[in-house]
Structures are given as C-alpha cells and as structure tokens.
C-alpha cells in the first residue's frame, strides 16, 4: 500500500506580515506529538509527521497541512514486521517539497 501527500492545503503570509503557518512550530506546541522529526526518535525509528513547504511566488514559504501520527515507527526488516504490524511504504516530506520513502511497519 502506498501513501503518498499531495494535498496542498497551502497557507501564507498575507500582505500585513502575518508569519507563515508553520506545521513544524505547531507540532513543537502540541502535547499529543511524540515526535516532530527522526531526531525525536531512538535509533533507525522514522517520525511519521510529514507536510510540504515550498517558496511562495510573492516571497516566503507556504505549507501544506500536515499528515500522519506524529510517533516513532519501527522500519521494516526484510519486509516483515514485529508485534502483527504491517510493513506499509509512506512518504515523508520534512517540510520540503520532495519525500523520502520509507518501509514503516504500522
């Protein structure tokens, strides 16, 4: 099964300075996450937290709204999976506007 992002629910910064949303800052902000990134994870576990940010034509950044669960995910090993989890391929964009795929077992 493939999971891939492509919804661009995109917001940016108005003509007043409003700073840009930041999906980043937020989950920073959010005591449900367990993690915002792989550095938040122990060992080869991948942060499924993932959300599309490019430049803007008027300057800045926009971004997407962001997807997955916020947690630490074990990678498959040879495809399989501990515990009657399913090795599931996703991809992860970390706020940039190209993915990495990973084998996450879910």
Known sequence: MRLA???LG???CD???TPAYDPYAECMEDAQARC???ADCAGDDVCWFSYICSA???GGRVCSAPEGDRACHPQCVDGT???DLTCTEIEIFPGTDYGQTYDLCL
Request: one cysteine or more; a negative charge; glycine letters at 12%.
């Open 81 to 83: 999976c501990e515990d």
């Open 5 to 7: 992002l492509f919804a």
């Open 36 to 38: 915002c990134a792989n």
């Open 15 to 17: 003509d007043g300075g």
């Open 10 to 12: 995109l917001a940016a």
């Open 56 to 58: 803007s034509p008027e």
